[in-house]
């Protein structure tokens, strides 16, 4: 009898998002029955609650440049249907008793929050630095997250105090990729990266090209040069607009007070074509809004 009551505490389940209580044995019954308590113990670490989606927060540092709101419209769309195949990662809060921090699986409680449906997860008792690795291993799997994606996520780690082993570890990358990884994001502007996005089609090499030919430009300019539709188009923008112009006879460079290039003037069958590009293409936007207060005052001049 001694036994069986036994065995029915050790499988009886803590409520959802508390910690399961510990319970000291009995001298005799330590031992090999010490040792499968403690086995059940792991297996109910191990085991999914549901906690609502209301009481959980954010935590760690962030991942993604976009907020992808097609990509959670979709997630939400499947989670209806199918309901939560993958559970997410949570930790107990440090400040405040009966909420929890995501570890992983941000857009994933998102979309059940937005469906108002409690979330499946395994909960864990993570410190700070615990917590970021675990987010960086779940990061380096994922074939979602692009390559600036994951370079950010290296930088906020380097500037969060992890040296460069632990990084590498956690995102399972060689030194060699996290140093270019980290020249990247110190070559280019913060503002650029977070004006551009994922860009999922770029990889290491087309932004290492752009963080070297962006060296020296002014930031507001590259940063006005990120148009398009989606990340992988502004980055197609900036980058083309740090392109030499094409030379052809009888074109004219234009340049400003600074001497810098602005952009290229030719007479093509009988009519004047400008291209401005690079620095130019803050000026193009306000040479259009004042072409009448320019051309006004030619005229006068003129008369």
Known sequence: MARKNLLKDLMAQAPAGQDTPTTTLPRSHRGAVGAVSQSLADLK???LVEVPAEVIDMAGLSDRLD???EGIEALKASIAEYGQQVPVLLRHSATQEGRFDIVFGRRRVQALKELRLPVKAMVRNLNDHDLVIAQGQEN???KDLSFIE???FAAQ???GGYDRKVICDALSIDKTVISRML????ALPAGLIRAIGAAPGAGRDRWLALADKAQGQQPEVLIASAQGPDSDARFLAVLESLAPPKAVPGTRTLTGRDGGQLGLARKIKGKTVIELSGQGRAFADWLID???DLHRDWSNKNQ
Do not use: F, G, L, V
């Not at 020249?183 to 110190?186: A, L």
């Open 67 to 69: 907020a992808d709101p």
């Open 290 to 292: 004042h072409i009448e």
């Open 45 to 47: 670490s191990r085991a």
């Open 150 to 152: 994951k370079a950010n």
């Open 157 to 159: 780690m380097q500037q």
């Open 183 to 186: 020249s990247i994001i110190d």
């Open 140 to 142: 380096s799997a994922r």
